[in-house]
């Protein structure tokens, strides 16, 4: 029992710590989408950032800690060129995370244990990224950098352009614990101010990304 107060007050401490880290630097993003964000898509009721996507209690095993309800993997259409070595699978790990609100079919609102989603401005008739905006990315990815394809040793050594090993030293691109290419490969979604071109970016530079992974 001791035990687990303790567990539970470092996770605690943890989780507050993140909270200031993190806060600083996505209060200024489109991704506060409480009602002090800055985008046109945010809320007209709820101010805690970080439940769009988090929750402490009953979350869901797709994510850390994740609270905002998953898109289902299955009819994606994925990157597919006769040159490609390795194959894209369905949305999975941060990727799925990311398809959540942007595939378009779920609202942004939708908070996992809630009976109907938080209410947002500039949302289509279901709650969702309307269709017409360019952050409306859809369920046809073949025509973004091929994600959940697998980036291991044997997978990167039967492509010449790909570098093995990835070598980040700041540790922010590359592949995800499970040897995948995610959407986070690129893009960091608690931090929008390295780039002010390229959003929500990894690096200061669009090379610095790529050039990780890639030989050119
Ligand atoms: C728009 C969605 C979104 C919001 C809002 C958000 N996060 Fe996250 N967060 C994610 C995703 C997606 C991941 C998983 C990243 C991965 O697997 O690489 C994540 C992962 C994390 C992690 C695990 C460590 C890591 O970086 O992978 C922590 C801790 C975290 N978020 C804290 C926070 C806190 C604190 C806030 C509020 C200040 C917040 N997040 C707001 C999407 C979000
Ligand atoms: C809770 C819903 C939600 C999740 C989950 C989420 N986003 Fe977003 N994201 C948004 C909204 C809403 C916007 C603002 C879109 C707009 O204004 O058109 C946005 C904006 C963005 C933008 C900037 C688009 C622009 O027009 O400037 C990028 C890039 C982005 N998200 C990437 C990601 C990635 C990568 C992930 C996963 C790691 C992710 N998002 C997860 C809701 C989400
Ligand atoms: C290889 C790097 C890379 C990966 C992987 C990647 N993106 Fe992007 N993304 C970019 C770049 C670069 C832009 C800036 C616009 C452009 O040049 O197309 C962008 C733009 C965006 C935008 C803004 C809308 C737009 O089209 O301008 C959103 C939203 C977004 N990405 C979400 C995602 C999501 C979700 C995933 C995973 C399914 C993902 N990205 C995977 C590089 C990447
Ligand atoms: C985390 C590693 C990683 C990052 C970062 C990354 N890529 Fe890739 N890229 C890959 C992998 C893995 C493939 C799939 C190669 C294969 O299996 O043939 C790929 C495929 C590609 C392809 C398609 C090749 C083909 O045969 O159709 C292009 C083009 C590409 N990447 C360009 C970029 C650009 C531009 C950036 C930076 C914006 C970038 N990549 C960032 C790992 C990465």
Redesign the pocket.
Same mark, same amino acid.
Do not use: D, E
């Given at each position: 029992m001791k035990n687990l107060v303790k567990c539970g007050l470092l996770v605690l401490f943890l989780l507050t710590l993140s909270v200031f880290v993190m806060a600083g630097a996505i209060v200024d993003s489109?991704?506060n989408?409480s009602t002090s964000g800055r985008?046109?898509?945010k809320s007209s009721s709820e101010t805690r950032i970080c439940i769009?996507?988090h929750t402490s209690h009953n979350s869901s095993p797709d994510g850390p800690l994740w609270g905002?309800q998953t898109t289902t993997p299955g009819n994606f259409t994925t990157y597919n060129r006769a040159t490609l070595k390795n194959q894209p699978q369905q949305p999975n790990g941060?990727t799925k995370?990311?398809l959540?609100?942007?595939d378009g079919t779920i609202a942004?609102g939708a908070i996992k244990g809630l009976s109907r989603p938080i209410p947002m401005q500039n949302v289509g008739a279901a709650g969702e990224?309307p269709e017409l905006? %360019?952050?409306n990315i859809g369920r046809d990815l073949s025509g973004t950098h091929p994600v959940s394809i697998p980036y291991l040793q044997n997978s990167a050594l039967a492509v010449d352009h790909l570098r093995w090993p990835p070598v980040d030293p700041e540790g922010k691109v590359g592949p995800d614990a499970d040897g995948f290419v995610q959407?986070?490969a690129c893009?960091d %979604?608690h931090d929008d101010s390295r780039s002010k071109k390229y %959003?929500?970016w990894n690096k200061s530079t669009f090379d610095e990304v790529c050039k990780t992974c890639h030989t050119y």
């Open positions: 489109k991704h989408l985008g046109q898509i769009f996507c905002h941060a995370l990311c959540s609100c942007h942004v990224i905006r %360019p952050s959407c986070t893009h %979604p %959003p929500f």
